[in-house]
Every structure is written in C-alpha cells, then in structure tokens.
C-alpha cells in the first residue's frame, strides 16, 4: 500500500479562484489559505483548503480515529 508523502504544507494567499479540497466551495483572490503539496504513486499535486474546513476535518479525524489518508475526495460532510 502505498502513502502520500507531504512535500510542503503552508499558509498562502490566493492570487486567482481555486477550489477548497473539502467543501469545493471558492477560496477567491487574496483569501488567505492552506495549501499542501504531496506525493503519491510517483505524482505531484496541491490542494487547497479554507482554515474553517482544515479545522472541522482535523477535529472529525480526531473524533472517529481515521487517518487522513483514509479521505482522497476531501471530508465528504462538507461537500
């Protein structure tokens, strides 16, 4: 079984629309963030998510025990 491996996890500030990871809800033009860069399977990619999501995801890992690799289309509640 192979694991994503985080190459760079920081705060940025949006400099055109991306999608948010979790809700997929915008994060607009100068909206601070989180973005994360992995490594899976040989492939590089980011995502990009709002603080408030972050925190919500963090505390649902943290309430039922799952990992976060157990998630590959964000934290489906928030969809």
Do not use: W
Not at 17 to 34: A, D, W
Request: glycine letters at 6%; aromatic letters at 16%; hydrophobic letters at 25%.
């Amino acid at each position: 079984m192979s694991y994503i491996t985080v190459l760079c996890d920081k705060r940025v500030r949006a400099s055109k629309h991306h999608k948010c990871f979790h809700c997929y809800r915008s994060i607009v033009p100068g909206e601070s963030h989180q973005k994360q860069t992995n490594k899976y399977d040989g492939s590089v990619y980011s995502l990009r998510f709002h603080d408030d999501c972050q925190a919500c995801f963090d505390q649902y890992l943290q309430d039922s025990g799952m990992r976060h690799y157990d998630f590959y289309d964000g934290y489906p509640p928030l969809h």
